[in-house]
Structures are given as C-alpha cells and as structure tokens.
C-alpha cells in the first residue's frame, strides 16, 4: 500500500511561487516495473483535474493551463514528487493532491490508485 504526504502548500499572492512536496511511504512500484506520478487539483465547486505528470520513463505532461509555469520533478532517493509553481495565479487557488499508479499515463487520461489528502493553495490579488 502506497501512501502519500503532500506539503508546501500555503497563501501567496499573484505571481509568486510555491513548491509543493509528496513523500511516498513506499515509493511506487520502484524496480517492480512501470509508474506515474502525479498532481491534481480541485477547486470549490469545480471537478478535480490533472495538472501533471511524470512517469517512471521521466516523460513529463501538463494541463494546459499551467504549462510554462509549473515543473513536476521527483527525487527517487528520497521517495518524494515536486511541483515547483511559479507565476501563481488566482485560477490557481485549489487543494492539490498527489497521486500515484502502475503505467504509464498522461495528464488528463489518467485515473490513479492512490491518492494523498491534499495540501491548500491559495493565491490571492
């Protein structure tokens, strides 16, 4: 069973940068074959979207929205997945969660099997 920790989120306003972290308590299918790993996000009212993802062949995808402005990275010697967010804009405002799965997936076509508990973002004008 894999869980996930997200951290960094927090209050910042337009433009500024924030780095969220998800700490793996086993981390994902390492060795055991092909994974992603990811980020989602949902705001008040709205459906829950990907907004990144990284597969265990380091191929990177991002929702549209935040492409240029955020970058998913991982750490494989400390279990742990990023998303470093620049340019924050009110859109932006949301609870992110990290998400993990067996395969290979894309942003958008993608249902995970584990998810964290989410860490808020909110960014304000």
């Known amino acids: 069973q894999v869980q996930l920790v997200e951290s960094g989120g927090g209050s910042v306003e337009v433009g500024g940068s924030l780095r969220l972290s998800c700490a793996a308590s086993v981390y994902p299918y390492s060795g055991a074959g092909t994974y992603s790993l990811g980020w989602f996000r949902q705001a008040p009212g709205k459906e829950r979207e990907g907004v990144a993802v990284i597969d265990s062949g380091g191929t990177t995808t991002y929702a549209r929205s935040v492409k240029d402005r955020f970058t998913i990275s991982e750490d494989t010697a400390k279990s742990t997945l990023y998303l470093q967010m620049n340019n924050l804009k009110p859109e932006d405002t949301a609870m992110y969660y990290c998400?993990?799965?067996?395969?290979?997936?894309?942003?958008?076509?993608?249902?995970?099997?584990?998810w964290g508990q989410g860490t808020q973002v909110t960014v304000s004008s």
């Open positions: 998400a993990a799965g067996p395969g290979w997936w894309e942003v958008g076509d993608w249902v995970p099997d584990y």
